[in-house]
């Protein structure tokens, strides 16, 4: 087994911001990974969390 990476990019996400996670990945040596679309619950996570650390 080994780390499996999932990347699960917000409403705000642009493709260079999933390219760019995909790069660290790579470079870190993650073999496997997957990309999601995030849920109803983790983009309101992300959304309060950008409110609460004045994220734009």
Do not use: H
């Amino acid at each position: 087994m080994g780390l499996m990476l999932l990347v699960k990019s917000g409403p705000g996400a642009s493709y260079k911001n999933v390219i760019d996670a995909l790069d660290e990945a790579t470079i870190n040596g993650v073999k496997k990974y997957a990309l999601l679309s995030a849920g109803k619950e983790e983009e309101d996570w992300m959304s309060r969390a950008q409110r609460l650390l004045f994220i734009k």
